[in-house]
């Protein structure tokens, strides 16, 4: 899936920017038994991140807020790839205006397929990458919790049963 760039620089079919990269990856050519192929997956990877870091950089503007509550975000109740994109428009708002912390409310949620899946994890991504906080509240036992329990989401997202779980919480910190 990458394309082929200039030395010290890689591209790739998503992001169409050129991200220099460090040249201690080119010491590892001095090494006995280190190919090509090792330092091009390490140099694309780290392009990739870097790349990531700048575009989720670009895409949240504005400073986060220092401190307020948390911004509420209802989501609707079925969530497909029809609206996920709505949804994801939704959530990044407030960050965009300066929100450091953004509960999206799932309560209400009785079905979300895999690409509103994609799509929140993209928005916690980028806002992580911000310094900013988006956590899940969901409905324990109905199939949104259960598909975040299958895909191991909990793990990575913060998920609270409810709104008003999740604000208690976030106050705390």
């Given at each position: 899936?990458?394309?082929?760039?200039?030395?010290?620089?890689?591209?790739?079919?998503?992001?169409?920017?050129?991200?220099?990269?460090?040249?201690?990856?080119?010491?590892?050519?001095?090494?006995?038994?280190?190919?090509?192929?090792?330092?091009?997956i390490v140099r694309t990877i780290q392009v990739y991140l870097a790349a990531f870091h700048q575009?989720?950089?670009?895409?949240?503007?504005?400073?986060?807020?220092?401190?307020?509550?948390?911004?509420?975000?209802?989501?609707?109740?079925?969530?497909?790839?029809?609206?996920a994109d709505e949804v994801y428009d939704q959530l990044r708002a407030p960050f965009a205006a300066?929100?450091?912390?953004?509960?999206?409310?799932?309560?209400?949620?009785?079905?979300?397929?895999?690409?509103?899946?994609?799509?929140?994890?993209?928005?916690?991504?980028?806002?992580?990458?911000?310094?900013?906080?988006?956590?899940?509240?969901?409905?324990?036992?109905?199939?949104?919790?259960?598909?975040?329990?299958?895909?191991?989401?909990?793990?990575?997202?913060a998920v609270y049963p409810s709104v008003d779980e999740a604000a208690s919480h976030l106050r705390?910190?």
């Amino acid at each position: 899936m990458w394309r082929t760039a200039a030395p010290g620089y890689a591209a790739s079919v998503s992001c169409n920017s050129r991200v220099p990269v460090r040249n201690w990856c080119l010491d590892s050519l001095a090494n006995p038994g280190q190919g090509w192929k090792h330092v091009a997956i390490v140099r694309t990877i780290q392009v990739y991140l870097a790349a990531f870091h700048q575009e989720a950089e670009k895409a949240m503007t504005g400073p986060p807020a220092a401190s307020g509550p948390p911004v509420v975000v209802r989501l609707p109740a079925d969530i497909d790839a029809a609206n996920a994109d709505e949804v994801y428009d939704q959530l990044r708002a407030p960050f965009a205006a300066g929100a450091a912390t953004v509960i999206a409310d799932l309560t209400a949620t009785t079905f979300c397929d895999s690409r509103g899946i994609d799509r929140m994890i993209t928005v916690w991504s980028e806002a992580q990458a911000c310094g900013c906080q988006l956590v899940l509240a969901v409905s324990p036992g109905g199939a949104v919790a259960n598909l975040l329990i299958l895909l191991g989401i909990g793990e990575v997202l913060a998920v609270y049963p409810s709104v008003d779980e999740a604000a208690s919480h976030l106050r705390q910190l």
